[in-house]
């Protein structure tokens, strides 16, 4: 959820570390510090609030120093205070920190502490830099204590600290977390995400879990919590720097969302025999559960409903956060779906860990290159859509889908199943090119305080995904559901005025989901029909073009993504960082 970060070479540190700030606001934005070291003297700067207006307050990046590291927060444990946000120093200032993830047992751990403890904030993570600052006093040796913390710390952690008497060197520790090393020339870099560095740096390094890495300005040395040494190649990355950029867009989400029509063929670049041994797998006659979070999961609905009918096997989809009863399920003839964009999901790599040892394969679909995700995985897809920084999800919910679509048209030997996704892109532009048209629903929408999404079947989960897009990007209430369970309750909500967004492409739901549509509408509702055709049951009517069936689900959801924008933009609100979430969440 948060981001961390440090630089160590030949150049001013803090700027460096500002513009990777700004590249990693997307993990955390409620408050952000930076801290260098120049001429034996620690600089702390921190503050509550973006990373530009905090700079505009105490200039960030003028701090001095060649060496530094830095943070940009989601609050987990205390508020959101100057006191909690990072870096947090031990009490003699040998110690600087930054911390992301949970720290489970702190309130165990700072009982253990002695007395002499001067704590500044109500953080898990100071209590880390006490516990270094005490070990360190009396091993003297960095790699040693950081060892020695680091297990008795429950709970994910990717932590980077200087030791203020060793301002040559700085230490990453990674636990259920992400951390990468990013290799420059005469400098080097250390973050939870690439995109930080990317500016300056192609190569890297990806840390595991239970591995700790001392990073100087030419060196860069890896051991594990046991204290053996570790060799790892380094990875070349082949993202694009301007690929973060917003470019003529006032907003990487809008942005996002027009790239959808060429990152829906992207999609499909995918390695041939990796590929195949995916499909194959599926067919191996093991039983199948796809697993992910938000709008992940609502893929892993879509993919069960189109995969029941092409494998023998059972298929079951499930919240990540949910997996109990799943993960008992689990064996050596089951296969695991993990989906997600970022990779590092907390409750997902929860529901993977140890099943690897129960036999079970894992198939994973994901986007960010060298996420752990992409590294515990058997076989895995890539969504190739690019960096997503909007903190919505849009282009890896269609990439996620268009790879969907090309595995059940594999499966269903469809010859033309490539054409037929490509095809989309065209479509896509068309219904973009046309969004001047949802002007007047989203005033509606801007003036309600409820919405109701509905679909059935395979509209079901776009309903969900509709509903979760409004909620984010304009802070109304919504919710997504299938449309025939409206008489269970919902009905009993429904007032004068109240809009109800009807997804009803014309297949083999549309009579069902118009009757419930009518029925919304005689108790009041403003219906909203998403379709290929009008009704005179609609209020207003949002023209898809026609596809093959299977194609719906990605073609009818690209107006509910503006329609999610566009609302966000008439309140005001900044529809790339939605108030209190973050886009990587990395705790459970
Ligand atoms: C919704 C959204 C989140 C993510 C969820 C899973 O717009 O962005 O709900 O879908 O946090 O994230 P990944 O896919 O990175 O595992």
Excluded at 357 to 377: M, P
Excluded at 478 to 490: D, N, P, Q, R
Aim: hydrophobic residues 35%.
């Amino acid at each position: 959820m948060c981001g961390i970060t440090g630089y160590i070479g030949h150049k001013d540190a803090a700027p460096i570390l500002l513009k990777s700030l700004k590249r990693m606001e997307y993990r955390g934005y409620d408050s952000a510090g930076i801290s260098t070291i120049h001429k034996d003297k620690i600089i702390i700067k921190k503050d509550i609030g973006r990373i530009d207006s905090i700079n505009e307050k105490i200039q960030l990046g003028e701090a001095e120093g060649k060496i530094g590291v830095a943070h940009t927060r989601w609050a987990t444990h205390g508020g959101v205070t100057k006191e909690n946000a990072h870096p947090h120093l031990s009490c003699n200032k040998e110690v600087i920190l930054v911390h992301n993830g949970i720290i489970e047992n702190y309130r165990k751990l700072l009982k253990g502490l002695s007395n002499n403890h001067n704590f500044q904030s109500q953080t898990d993570s100071e209590v880390i830099s006490h516990l270094i600052e005490e070990e360190y006093n009396k091993l003297k040796d960095p790699i040693k204590t950081l060892q020695n913390i680091s297990k008795k710390l429950n709970g994910s952690f990717a932590l980077i600290v200087i030791f203020s008497d060793r301002a040559n060197e700085i230490y990453g520790v990674r636990k259920y977390a992400p951390l990468i090393v990013g290799i420059g020339e005469n400098e080097n870099f250390i973050s939870s995400d690439i995109v930080s560095f990317i500016d300056y740096t192609d190569n890297v390094i990806f840390l595991e879990d239970k591995e700790i890495v001392k990073v100087t300005q030419n060196s860069i040395e890896i051991l594990n919590f046991d204290g053996d040494k570790i060799t790892r190649d380094k990875t070349h990355v082949a993202w694009e720097a301007a690929d973060i950029s917003k470019e003529e867009f006032s907003h990487h989400t809008i942005k996002e969302i027009h790239e959808q029509s060429s990152t829906v063929k992207t999609a499909l670049n995918q390695d041939k025999e990796e590929f195949e041994k995916f499909v194959n797998e599926l067919l191996s006659g093991k039983n199948i559960f796809i697993t992910g979070s938000g709008s992940s999961f609502h893929i892993a609905l879509i993919f069960k409903k189109m995969l029941t009918k092409f494998v023998k096997s059972q298929v079951q989809a499930f919240l990540s956060s949910e997996s109990e009863e799943y993960r008992e399920l689990m064996d050596e003839n089951s296969i695991l779906i993990p989906i997600s964009q970022s990779g590092e999901t907390a409750d997902l790599h929860e529901v993977i860990r140890n099943l690897k040892d129960k036999g079970v394969t894992i198939l994973s679909i994901y986007n960010t290159i060298g996420s752990s995700l992409s590294r515990v995985s058997d076989i895995s897809l890539n969504l190739n859509c690019g960096p997503e920084i909007g903190v919505a999800a849009t282009k890896s919910f269609t990439s996620q889908l268009a790879i969907v679509y090309k595995i059940i048209f594999e499966l269903g030997k469809v010859k033309d199943g490539n054409e037929k996704i490509e095809e989309l892109s065209e479509q896509i532009k068309e219904i973009i090119s046309n969004e001047k048209s949802l002007h007047e629903i989203i005033e509606l929408l801007n003036e309600s305080n409820d919405v109701y999404f509905l679909g059935r079947s395979i509209h079901h989960p776009i309903a969900l995904e509709g509903a979760l897009k409004l909620k984010e990007l304009a802070y109304i209430h919504a919710e997504g559901m299938a449309a025939g369970e409206i008489k269970h309750g919902t009905l009993a909500l429904v007032e004068e005025g109240t809009p109800a967004i009807i997804i009803n492409p014309k297949d083999e739901s549309y009579e069902d989901t118009m009757n419930n549509a009518i029925e919304m509408k005689a108790r009041g509702a403003k219906i909203i029909g998403i379709s290929v055709e009008d009704n005179e049951a609609y209020d207003y009517w949002i023209k898809i073009p026609k596809v093959d069936n299977i194609l719906y689900p990605l073609i009818e959801l690209i107006p509910l993504q503006l329609l999610a924008y566009y609302t966000a933009i008439r309140r005001k609100n900044n529809p790339d960082y939605p108030r209190n979430l973050a886009k990587s969440v990395t705790v459970k």
